[in-house]
């Protein structure tokens, strides 16, 4: 079992105030999801506290700790890569620090590029991120949250979709395994919407 109070003092210290403040926010959502679904809601509330735990880490600490937990970024280049160390980095800090399971560490290393074939936890935990109420920059996020209570298949293709648009936008190199999780939701999607 976690100690939440142990987990929210750490990340009052790790964090700034609005990463914070949307930890809380993702850790809801992903509770809420999960007992929609009726998936472990607290393995879902611990994953989305600690989702970001390694956000506020400068990007050259960040580089180095990928290194020495071994993390393999192909031949990506650091600046097409910085965006997601976090996220790398933070489930193996989690993983030493708090111990967390393998379900908790993986729905926190996908959380920003997604991965094929995911478990039902990090499907909530990368929606979660996406959808929490106090994300202002998200157009249509009404559509997203009532998707994620549809089908989370269909709300990941959705993301990932607008998120690759985004990027492409600006001209951000994407990573593989986003484009790789895109390929394999849009195959899903597409293939339940020719059965019916």
Request: include cysteine; hydrophobic fraction near 35%; aromatic fraction near 14%.
């Amino acid at each position: 079992m976690y100690n939440v109070e142990i987990i929210l003092s750490d990340l009052k210290n790790e964090l700034n105030f609005n990463r914070f403040i949307h930890s809380i926010a993702v850790s809801t959502t992903a509770k809420n999801l999960a007992k929609f679904y009726n998936i472990n809601s607290n393995e879902a509330f611990i994953a989305g506290l600690l989702h970001d735990y390694a956000k506020n880490i400068n990007e050259k600490k960040l580089y180095d700790l990928s290194k020495q937990f071994n993390i393999n970024y192909k031949n990506y280049k650091f600046d097409e890569i910085k965006n997601i160390l976090h996220a790398h980095v933070g489930a193996y800090l989690v993983k030493e620090k708090y111990n967390v399971n393998e379900k908790i560490f993986k729905a926190i290393y996908t959380h920003t590029t997604a991965e094929k074939n995911m478990t039902n936890l990090q499907k909530i935990i990368y929606i979660s991120d996406y959808i929490e109420p106090f994300r202002d920059n998200i157009k249509n996020q009404d559509y997203f949250i009532k998707l994620a209570y549809t089908n989370l298949d269909k709300c990941i293709y959705q993301i990932l979709k607008s998120t690759i648009s985004y990027l492409k936008k600006r001209k951000i190199k994407i990573y593989y395994k986003t484009i790789e999780a895109y390929e394999f939701y849009k195959k899903i999607v597409k293939g339940s919407e020719n059965e019916n």
